[in-house]
């Protein structure tokens, strides 16, 4: 991930064979064309809330000024701009911190600008900016020096490289932190989004939760591969392969991005970081008498209207029908049934779906369909979690 590859004893671009070389620059450009495309299209999207295509637009903007640098480097603009070198030393530092405001929006029903509290994510940012000042203000023939064979030998070299292996661990160091944040954030907001709706699979931003680990993966391998560069090992296509595995998970975060739409429903409800509906109700003394009553009304409720047939059944439709505010709703879910609203709401329509799949006659898929299931998957995922079984095991036992 850092921007200074100081090329040792020879230079990059002459070590590489022609084939590998090429290989890099029609990866690059297309990651190139894919990071301008996306953040274009993010840019003009009105249906996307601004904090949220502010932040994903700033992950991709990041990644656009490393790749432009990667491939000034690689075509040798530095003998013509060496005032260049290393502007993005500090950037990439931002990416992780990006990352975790990006999921934080996702989350939030309100706008989730940085404020005062957020003011650590700076921090190892302008540590590498200090650490490579020395190196900014060098002269331009001073700079383009470190990159002749003889300057291996030099005190400056020697500096530089050590301000290289403190920026590699500043960005091992924030990246740890600030996925291991994102993960429980993204965590966090799915527990929340069971207490509140029936149906969350168009909600959780999944990808956001796969893309940590890929994103894990890939800036590991990357920093393998500057401490390569770093003691001057450079294996064969190996640098080639981190560079296609980039083009593939940014195109994938960027697809993503553009059809991630902002969550509906989290209105009424906490912000991320405070604490639960249930544990604040809980902590209010909502008595057992009251939940019994609340839990008696859900059963006559759900009895006679049949609510849970509905697929985009909310917790904020049931406190409407039933005349119960959505906390207390919530700690009679968690306190007397034992379960968050999704949970109780897909456990009926197992029970419902059980009953039809006793007729031999019906079809699997209609079934999920008519009793408020949206799609095979989740009704197997829910039925296999209510039954033990899968639906079509159920239904051979039935023969």
């Known amino acids: ?59 991709l903007g990041l990644y656009l ?26 950037i990439k530092l931002c990416l992780a911190p990006a990352v ?13 600008w940085p404020g ?28 383009m020096a470190l990159f002749a064979p003889e300057a291996v030998n030099t005190d400056q070299y020697a500096l530089a490289i050590l301000g290289c292996q403190i920026g590699l661990a500043l960005f091992v160091a924030t990246a740890l932190v600030y996925l291991k944040s994102t993960h429980s954030l993204i965590k966090q907001h799915r527990e929340r989004l069971l207490d509140l709706f029936s149906r969350i699979e168009d ?59 902002s969550i509906h429903g989290l209105e009424s409800t906490e912000t991320p970081g405070q604490p639960s509906a249930a544990k604040r109700e809980t902590r209010s ?7 019994r009553s609340i839990a008696s009304k859900l059963d006559e409720t759900m009895s006679k209207r049949q609510l849970f047939l509905d697929p985009e059944l909310s917790l904020r439709d049931l406190s409407d029908a039933t005349g119960a505010s959505e906390h207390h709703l919530s ?41 408020g299931f949206n799609s095979r998957s989740t009704f197997n995922s829910a039925f296999k979690k209510h039954v033990g079984q899968t639906p079509s095991q159920f239904r051979r036992q039935q023969d």
């Not at 000024?65 to 500090?90: C, D, Q, S």
């Not at 770093?230 to 998970?249: G, H, M, N, V």
């Not at 003394?285 to 939940?291: N, Q, T, V, W």
């Open 203 to 261: 909600k959780t931003a999944d990808w956001l939760r796969r893309i940590i680990l890929v994103l894990a993966v890939g800036w590991t391998l990357d920093a393998v591969l500057e401490g390569f560069a770093l003691a001057d090992i450079r294996p064969p296509y190996l640098y080639s392969l981190s560079l296609l595995l980039e083009l593939a998970w940014i195109s994938f975060i960027a697809f993503n991005a553009i059809r991630q739409r």
């Open 65 to 90: 000024a490393i790749k432009l640098e990667k491939l000034y480097i690689m075509l040798e603009g530095y003998t013509v701009a060496p005032h260049l070198l290393g502007l993005t030393y500090p």
């Open 1 to 59: 991930m850092l921007s200074i590859r100081l090329a040792g004893p020879e230079k990059k671009w002459t070590n590489l064979l022609l084939s590998e070389a090429t290989l890099n620059l029609v990866t690059i450009s297309i990651t190139l064309g894919v990071l301008v495309f996306a953040i274009g299209l993010l840019a003009a999207d009105g249906e996307i809330r601004r904090d949220q295509r502010v932040f994903i637009a700033l992950f």
């Open 116 to 143: 005062r509290s957020d003011w650590p994510a700076l921090m190892a940012p302008l540590a590498a900016a200090l650490v490579a000042t020395p190196f900014y203000i060098l002269p331009g023939t001073e700079k």
């Open 100 to 112: 975790y405001f990006y999921a934080r929006s996702l989350a939030s029903s309100q706008p989730a």
């Open 331 to 371: 700690e009679t879910f968690s306190q007397f049934h034992a379960q968050n609203f999704f949970d109780y709401i897909n456990g009926l329509r197992v029970n419902r779906a059980c009953d039809m799949l006793k007729d031999p006659d019906r079809n699997i898929l209609d079934v999920a369909f008519e009793v």
């Open 285 to 291: 003394g909502l008595s057992a008498e009251r939940m």
